[in-house]
Nanobody, 116 residues
C-alpha cells in the first residue's frame, strides 16, 4: 500500500512564508514526478509546481518567483517553499506522486490560509 502524506500547512499573514512537505511511502519502486496542486473554494484545482526525478521543474504562472519546489529522492519527499504569500494563495494544497507501475497517488490535502 502506498501513502502520500502532506504536512506544513497553516495560517500565515500576507508576505509571510510557509514550507510544505509531502512524503510518499510504502511499496514504491520509484517516483517519476511529484508535485503540488491547489484548490480554492469555488475554483478548479490548479497546478502549483511539479518536479521530475531528473530535476525538471514546472511552476504555475501565479507562483513563479515566489515558490520553490525541491525533492529528496532518497526519501521520496517533495518540498514546497512558499514566500511572499498573498491572499489569493489561500487554498487546500494537494500533493501528487506519479509512482512507477502504480500511477498517480494523491494526498489528503493541507490547508493554507493567508490573512491580511
Amino acid at each position: 500500500q502506498v501513502q502520500v502524506v502532506e504536512s506544513g500547512g497553516g495560517l500565515v499573514q500576507t508576505g509571510g512564508s510557509l514550507r510544505l512537505s509531502c512524503a510518499a511511502s510504502g511499496s514504491i519502486f520509484s517516483v517519476n514526478v511529484m508535485g503540488w496542486y491547489r484548490q480554492a473554494p469555488g475554483k478548479q484545482r490548479e497546478l502549483v509546481a511539479v518536479i521530475t526525478s531528473d530535476g525538471i521543474i514546472n511552476y504555475g504562472d501565479s507562483v513563479k518567483g515566489r515558490f520553490t519546489i525541491s525533492i529528496d529522492k532518497s526519501k521520496n519527499t517533495v518540498y514546497l517553499q512558499m514566500n511572499s504569500l498573498k491572499l489569493e494563495d489561500t487554498a487546500v494544497y494537494y500533493c501528487a506522486a506519479d509512482i512507477q507501475r502504480l500511477g498517480v497517488r494523491w494526498g489528503q490535502g493541507t490547508q493554507v490560509t493567508v490573512s491580511s
